[in-house]
């Protein structure tokens, strides 16, 4: 399948081995990635509390880039970028007089954006297009006795409305069952679903880092031996961050995070260094048997 | 009729005893409300349970609880839907239904919290009221119909405290004015017959759990059971504060924005390694060696070094960022001028607004779900959105 690719900023920044691992994981799943180069941040979401309309058009842009290539639909492997998308596309699909307001703004470079673009987040792309069945049938190597918490973190979670989530499509569930199809035990834990504290670090950072820190506190006490997560926003407070959050809330933590490709890449087996884990800042030791390139706890 | 296992959270803070829960099948069916459920337990099982209820018609705000992890008005919650959120059944055949007193506020017993405690404070620290634009005139105020449809989002809050039950930041910090207050917030700072916008955003915007303080969670606007969207209400007040009135905050807030928006007109892409020091230390190259970025820098220390040992971040990424390619560079720098350059803001409500596409056969893609932040209160297709409308009356009025 061809698709629209938007990595966003944070991947080939300051995390670049999820933009490393996804280009890795993608044939193996039989994803074509078109990758859409020529366009703007995201906005993250601070881009439209500055101005909401110039928020829409660099996103506007984006989708009229992704239109014009021949990919079956957009794709993006960043919660954040997704959310914030979806912000700005529903604006964009509901009022046809403002988006026409907006089409003007990218006028100079003859782009359109046509109302109706699917973008979906790699975790939608797993379950609603390549499917649960077929990934299953992909799995080398099952992470059999893995204990893998998701974290979701909120853009790709809430609203619920403008998320598309209703019983026909259980997108906050798609983590726990792809976890369960690689072959990987789901660990059930209070921060399931909450805010990693990453978008008030510079103007909170004790409240920032304490939110980072009780999740994977509450993690490794429901005995998680990883978190992942489909964020790279996320992996940098629940990541980088990780030594900072730990003097916060004054315990040892030492929790690996993971990128939503990196969990695929391993149990399609892929090696550990080829999907960037050496990057982290919390080594995965706890995953990974790096003496045998083996996902720690399963028989090679 | 359905059999429903209703599990109340029951607790009484001055018995000495842990809370507990208590369950109780109820036959109802799925379309009666999760309070229907409560008051047969409470009228025909034990009359003790705590509970607080009044209208039944999801207008007075009393029966905030939380239904299967949902905050929510359990009068207009049907059971089944408070059944469905439910991923497993606890063991049981029948559809289970845990109904819990609200997060982040003290429980006085079973079910009922204390309201005063948290929110009520909240709202009252906001300054709740019409400050008088002077001089007051002999009789009503007349503003302009137009100016008004911006606050009737906020308007339509019922204080119910689902918003602040779950609220993500406030758990965390509960010094945090949170979802609820900075909502009525706007209420008074898009009502163009106050006389203290200025220093209302000031204020709130000063507050180190003030505006700033709100993480994007999106959890007041699941919440919320009147569609009021608090979060989207605290972005607005945060376009006024920061890009209309250009308040610089003692939190980083608007610097913070600055900074960003700044990056990505110059890279079109978001450059990292400034973003942090820009806000703390200014929003320029030499941001980083002011002190207080310097403060900053240096307390990341535990988490930059092994990112750099560990090959994370590469010298370059660090130094110079990534960069778009000089023509579609220029292409983004064209659209901040044209959009920053406009005399008037552009902003989009769709609560107001309304959906025109409701009318359009042709289906929306999937992630692109119609309907925004709640139920569209009215439907009007016009355009531009009510931002604009009530800032241009609220200068009209001004001057009236």
Redesign the interface.
């Known amino acids: 399948m061809k698709v629209a690719y938007w990595p966003g900023?944070?991947s080939?920044?300051?995390?670049?081995?999820l933009h490393g691992s996804m280009a890795k994981v993608a044939p193996l799943l039989d994803l074509e990635l078109i990758e859409l180069?020529?366009a703007?941040?995201c906005?993250?979401?601070?881009?439209?509390?500055?101005?909401?309309?110039?928020a829409d058009?660099?996103n506007a842009?984006t989708f009229a880039l992704a239109q014009q290539t021949d990919g079956e639909?957009m794709m993006n492997i960043c919660s954040t970028c997704?959310?914030a998308q979806?912000e700005c596309?529903?604006?964009l699909?509901?009022?046809?007089?403002?988006r026409t307001?907006i089409n003007a703004?990218?006028a100079?470079?003859g782009l359109t954006y046509e109302?109706?673009?699917?973008?979906?987040n790699l975790l939608?792309m797993l379950v609603?297009e390549i499917g649960l069945e077929t990934l299953r049938a992909k799995v080398t190597r099952p992470l059999s006795g893995l204990k893998v918490g998701p974290f979701y973190g909120?853009?790709i979670v809430?609203?619920?409305?403008?998320?598309?989530i209703d019983?026909e499509?259980p997108r906050d569930?798609y983590m726990q069952m792809v976890i369960e199809a690689l072959g990987g035990t789901v660990i059930d834990y209070a921060g399931v679903y909450?805010?990693c504290?990453f978008?008030?670090?510079?103007?909170?950072?004790?409240?920032?880092l304490?939110?980072a820190g009780?999740h994977l506190g509450d993690a490794i006490d429901a005995d998680a031996d990883c978190l992942v997560v489909p964020c790279p926003l996320c992996h940098l407070n629940l990541d980088?961050?990780?030594?900072?959050a730990a003097?916060q809330v004054g315990r040892e933590l030492g929790l690996p995070v993971l990128h939503l490709p990196q969990l695929l890449g391993l149990a399609l087996g892929l090696e550990p260094k080829d999907l960037g884990m050496?990057?982290?800042?919390v080594k995965p030791t706890s995953v990974i048997d790096w003496a045998a390139s083996v996902v720690a706890g399963a028989p090679a | 009729m359905p059999e429903y296992l209703l599990k109340i959270r029951r607790y009484d803070p001055t018995s000495g005893h842990a809370a507990y829960w208590d369950e109780h099948a109820v036959e109802l069916s799925g379309s009666n409300s999760v309070l229907d459920a409560i008051l047969k337990v409470r009228d025909e099982v034990d009359g003790s349970v705590g509970i607080r209820c009044s209208c039944q018609q999801a207008i007075c705000g009393s029966c905030g609880v939380r239904m299967n992890g949902k905050p929510g008005l359990a009068c207009n919650t049907h059971l089944q839907e408070a059944a469905d959120r439910r991923h497993d059944g606890d063991g049981d055949a029948r559809p289970v239904i845990e109904v819990e007193p609200m997060g982040n506020m003290p429980v006085i017993r079973d079910l009922i919290v204390d309201m005063d405690a948290v929110h009520w404070k909240k709202i009252q620290r906001v300054t709740p009221y019409l400050i008088n634009q002077e001089p007051i005139p002999e009789r009503e105020y007349i503003v302009p119909h137009d100016a008004m449809v911006d606050v009737t989002q906020t308007m339509a809050c019922i204080q119910c405290g689902a918003c602040v039950s779950d609220c993500l930041s406030m758990e965390i910090d509960p010094g945090f004015i949170g979802p609820a207050a900075l909502s009525k917030a706007y209420r008074f700072v898009g009502d163009p017959r106050d006389a203290d916008h200025f220093e209302r955003l000031k204020d709130l915007s000063e507050d180190p759990h003030g505006l700033y303080d709100c993480t994007h969670c999106f959890n007041c606007i699941d919440a919320c059971p009147k569609g009021v969207a608090p979060m989207s209400q605290i972005m607005r007040l945060r376009r006024k504060a920061g890009t209309d009135e250009e308040i610089t905050d003692r939190n980083n807030g608007n610097r913070h924005e600055e900074a960003f928006s700044t990056l990505v007109q110059d890279y079109g892409l978001l450059n990292e390694a400034e973003l942090l020091p820009r806000s703390w230390g200014g929003n320029s190259w030499f941001g980083k060696f002011h002190p207080d970025a310097g403060r900053v820098l240096l307390k990341s220390l535990p988490a930059i070094i092994p990112a750099v040992l560990r090959g994370k971040v590469s010298p370059k990424i660090a130094m110079f960022g990534h960069k778009l390619a000089p023509d579609d560079l220029q292409a983004v720098k064209k659209i901040f001028t044209k959009v920053e350059g406009r005399d008037q803001r552009i902003e989009l409500n769709l609560y107001v607004s309304g959906n025109d596409s409701d009318d359009d056969p042709t289906p929306v893609a999937v992630g692109a779900a119609a309907g925004e932040d709640g139920a569209p209160a009215d439907k009007s297709p016009t355009f531009p959105g009510p931002g604009e409308a009530s800032e241009s009356a609220s200068s009209e009025s001004e001057s009236a």
């Open positions: 900023c944070v080939r920044g300051f995390t670049p081995e180069d020529r703007a941040c906005g993250a979401g601070v881009i439209a509390e500055h101005n909401q309309e110039l058009t660099l842009r639909l997704q959310g979806a596309q529903e604006r699909d509901a009022n046809g007089e403002y307001t703004n990218l100079d470079e109302k109706g673009l699917t973008n979906k939608w609603e909120c853009y809430r609203p619920v409305d403008r998320l598309g019983a499509h569930r909450k805010c504290g978008p008030i670090v510079t103007m909170n950072m004790e409240a920032s304490k939110m009780r980088l961050q990780q030594p900072l003097s050496s990057k982290h800042v």
